[in-house]
């Protein structure tokens, strides 16, 4: 049986009545302030205001994980113990920034932590841990197929004691937003190495260097999901000084795997609230409505769907916690199959899961009179961000064929 830590429970419970009394209240007011702004990537007062009451009811930075405790007044939690805390916050898709917990500046914030030099904790992690400023992680491409992340071609030379960048990236998130001062960039610094893996470098790029040129704002599924949002970015003779590399050169590939496993687990957390979310409205809207002279709660059809959603949201949960118990035990290169499993099943079955909820909402479910429409397109673009579902079961199917391939069945 699973049984969180009392650290765990009290910050549920704290957090639980945070979202009541602050966050549920304010969706709409929060929604009419982005549609009433002049610039939809610029911060809402409203977001400010949440922030510091967070802050002062010790919700913030609830990610850090306990090995970088020292980085959070709370003394950091274990993944299993984190996992119920996103789950609340995914109830409401903007709010995990109210709590400094929001993508992609977690993963970014704890590339700082693992990989960074001191100076440049100092200069960024500092300022993201107290909410001051926001990041990028620029790694995708669209001339390339970047679900193999040694396609990447964004070129990182060396000229005397610079690097200098040149190419395009798209579905940045976060590079639209004006709080976004650091970018997080990926390239390929030896192309003819032929050791794949190590042709690829990350270097730190202020985002007011020269040379950077924000191309546009983009949608997934006619959503920007401003102010945070996603761009396509060209870097054009983007020149930053040597010591803005992170680990070393050559070792980009390796962030970037110690980065998105945590990543991918914390979308996960968040959806399991979002579907949570969709089956108690479903479950409220089946008991107000009428057809055919009885509540839409009778029928068969009805019940029958909120069983199905019901049962793998349970299934889904239980998952997470597994591979993120496993992630506690084991650490993350040892659970990649855990991991993996869990990214292509969860964001699929939540999508499936609100899909159904919103049917049973009738033509309001496709509105923004409810969160669910959003939540789905959160979903579904969940499949595709940080690598899509194909390439994990492609490399998690060999994986498990390798394992009992050798192994005599019944034996």
């Known amino acids: 049986m699973y049984q969180f830590s009392e650290k765990s429970q ?8 945070f979202m009541d009394e602050h966050i549920y209240p304010n969706e709409h007011a929060y929604a009419r302030q982005l549609a009433d702004a002049d610039n939809r990537f610029a911060p809402l007062p409203l977001m400010d205001e949440l922030k510091e009451k967070a802050k002062a009811a010790g ?25 119920p805390l996103a789950e609340m916050m995914g109830r409401v898709v903007w709010c995990p920034e109210v ?24 200069q960024w992690l500092k300022p993201l841990l107290a909410g ?8 995708t491409e669209p001339q390339v197929a970047s679900s193999d992340a040694t396609n990447i071609e964004l070129s990182i030379e060396k000229d005397g004691d610079e690097w200098v960048l040149n190419g395009r990236k798209w579905f940045i998130t976060g590079a639209m937003y004006e709080r976004t001062k650091i970018f997080i960039v990926m390239g390929k610094s030896d192309p003819d190495n032929a050791n794949r893996h190590l042709q690829q470098t990350q270097v730190l790029v202020p985002k007011d260097t020269a040379g950077i040129q924000l191309i546009r704002p983009l949608t997934t599924l006619g959503y920007d999901d401003a102010p945070i949002g996603h761009a396509e970015i060209v870097f054009d003779n983007v020149r930053v000084p040597l010591e803005n590399v992170l680990l070393g050169e050559g070792r980009g590939f390796e962030i970037a795997q110690g980065r998105l496993g945590p990543g ?21 809207r ?8 009885r509540v839409i709660s009778k029928h068969q059809s009805i019940r029958e769907d909120i069983s199905k959603s019901f049962s793998e949201i349970e299934m889904a949960r239980l998952l997470v916690l597994r591979t993120s118990s496993k992630i506690d035990t084991d650490g993350v290169p040892a659970s990649v199959d855990m991991i993996a499993a869990t990214k292509t099943t969860v964001p699929a079955l939540v999508q499936n899961i609100i899909d159904r909820c919103m049917q049973m909402h009738g033509a309001g479910g496709l509105t923004e009179d409810y969160f ?7 979903a579904r673009w969940c499949r595709q961000a940080d690598g899509p579902d194909q390439v994990h079961q492609m490399a998690l199917g060999k994986k498990i064929i390798d394992r009992f391939s050798t192994d005599i069945v019944g034996g």
């Open 132 to 139: 001051e400023i926001r990041s990028s992680y620029a790694m």
């Open 59 to 83: 919700l913030w930075n609830l990610f850090v994980p306990e090995d970088h405790a020292e980085y959070c007044d709370h003394g950091g939690l274990s993944f299993f113990d984190y996992a």
């Open 10 to 17: 009290e910050l549920q419970d704290r957090l639980s009545a």
């Open 286 to 293: 089946a008991n107000s409505r009428t057809t055919f002279g």
């Open 264 to 284: 991918r687990m914390h979308h996960c957390m968040r959806l399991i609230g979002a579907a949570q979310r969709s089956l108690e409205l479903a479950c409220q």
């Open 372 to 378: 669910m429409a959003e939540a789905f397109n959160y």
């Open 99 to 122: 709590f400094n917990c929001n993508a992609p500046d977690t993963g970014n914030m704890e590339v700082f932590m693992n990989y960074a030099t001191d100076a440049q904790r100092e």
